[in-house]
Structures are given as C-alpha cells and as structure tokens.
C-alpha cells in the first residue's frame, strides 16, 4: 500500500480537526442536557419523575400514553423534556383519574406524585366490643379497650378543631380565610413544593378556592404536601392542587354525620357509632 500523499494527510488532518471542534461541544453539550429544539437552535432540557405504587397504572404526557406501571418498579424518570408546563395524568381501573400540570425547568428535574384514590373505599372496622365472662361462666359483651381509646381520641379532636383554621406540615402553613385555602411556603423559595411555581416564577402564597363547599373541618392528607383532607356537610373529601392551582376533588366517604382523624398515615372515621380506618 502506498503512503498516504502529503496533500491527503494536511486534507484528512483538516477535516478531523473541524469534526472534532465542532463536535466536542455538541456532546458536551448534550451530556449536560442541551438538545436541538423547533423553537431555538439549542436549548437545555430538563425532567419529569413519576412516583407510584400503584401497579398496572398507565401514565401519560400530554396525553400521549408513556409508560405502564409494574409492581417492581415505583419510580419512573422522562428525561430531554423542553422547558415548558405538562399535564401529567395517571389512570388506573377501580380509581380515580389524576392529573396535574406540571413545570419543567431547564437542568431541574421535576418530583410528582400521583395521588390514586381508589372509588370504592374498604372500611377496616374497630371492633366495638369484646367477650367476657362472668363469675357464673356466661358471656357477656364489653367495650374493647381499642374502641375506647379511639373514642377517646375522636372527643378530644373533635373539641381541639373548634375554631382552628390553620394546619402545617414541613414548611408549608395552610389557612381557612372566608372561602379560600391559603397555602404559605415558609423554606426557601427555590426548595418550594413545584405547585408553588410555573414555568416563569415559584409564588410564596397561593389561593386555593373551596368551591362554594361548607368545611367543617381540614387537615393535610398524611404524608402529602400537595392535598388537604377536608370533611363537609356531604362527607370527607380530598383537594389535590397543581401548579396552575386547579383542584381535583375526590370523595373518599360520603355522609352527612361525620367525624374523622388522622393518626400517623392513617385515616380513621367516625359515623354514629362504628368507627373504623379507610384503606386509602
């Protein structure tokens, strides 16, 4: 085989250097999350992570179907999303629809999590009496020491939620003022729960309207930040919020004389006399 000619070498030498000034930024680039776009010649991207625990739920983005849940897998992670809102939705048979619109900043990527709750809500119940006997060896029923102590706690709730119209959980401060909630972060602003912020700015306050409903009493649904347990005159609902301040509203238990509690990540109720836990 011939050498390669002198002319040839300088050629070759020429066009890899171009490629590689040219294409050394580009991945770079890229590695750091700048893609091509319609819009602009490069822009940086960011993403979105789904949280479920949920099995065989279907998760779409803009409508477009993206993924199915398994029951391994509970985090899900889309990536290369242009800056801009998304409305990210989640349907399950037997539950309820969520959706939420969602931000996606460049460099940043999202946390959601979907709230799924189911349509047909299972009572655990407590159970009011035990058995005994008596010194004559017949039976005879009295209350549980369970049932009293949930009794116990109802009264004692029921007596602490006269008058209180603010609830906190994290940083977050929520306040019933006339016919809104007011959501306050406290942290630090860009630490903020994302239906604080669009894609533009994070607000340090939101209204959250209670659709002309008669609260009799609230509370942050256990272990979220993003939805209010509320109990009204037609029974206990829950008020999932976005970054665009929509309200979804889902009943978790219809009726017109009710009392509830929230005891660690447990929701329990109390009508007449049953009291048992939702299975939520």
Not at 13 to 21: E, S, W
Not at 42 to 64: K, M, N, S, Y
């Amino acid at each position: 085989m011939e050498p390669l000619s002198q002319r040839k070498r300088h050629t070759y030498l020429i066009v890899l250097t171009l490629m590689f000034i040219i294409g050394a930024p580009l991945l770079v680039g890229y590695s750091f999350g700048y893609r091509f776009t319609k819009l602009s010649w490069l822009a940086r991207t960011g993403g979105v992570t789904v949280t479920l625990r949920e099995p065989q739920t279907t998760i779409f983005i803009d409508d477009v179907e993206v993924r199915q849940t398994n029951f391994l897998q509970r985090n899900y992670f889309f990536q290369n999303m242009n800056p801009g809102e998304y409305t990210i939705r989640t349907n399950k048979e037997g539950f309820y629809t969520w959706q939420s619109t969602v931000p996606v900043f460049p460099e940043y990527v999202t946390g959601t999590f979907p709230l799924m709750i189911p349509k047909q809500i299972e009572l655990i119940p407590v159970q009011q009496f035990d058995t005994d006997i008596d010194e004559n060896g017949e039976e005879f029923n009295v209350v549980s020491n369970e049932y009293e102590e949930f009794a116990t706690l109802f009264a004692s709730s029921t007596e602490n939620r006269i008058g209180e119209n603010v609830k906190t959980f994290n940083d977050i401060t929520v306040s019933k003022v006339d016919n809104n909630f007011i959501f306050e972060w406290q942290g630090n602003r860009n630490n903020a729960p994302y239906y604080f912020c669009t894609i533009i700015d994070c607000e340090s306050v939101i209204e959250i309207p209670v659709d002309a409903r008669e609260v009799l009493a609230f509370d942050f649904y256990p272990g979220r930040e993003d939805a209010l347990l509320v109990l009204t005159r037609a029974g206990l609902v829950v008020f999932n919020i976005d970054s665009e301040h929509h309200v979804q509203i889902f009943s978790l238990y219809p009726s017109d004389d009710l009392e509830y509690i929230v005891k660690g990540r447990d929701v329990y109720i109390k009508e007449n006399e049953m009291i048992a836990k939702l299975e939520i």
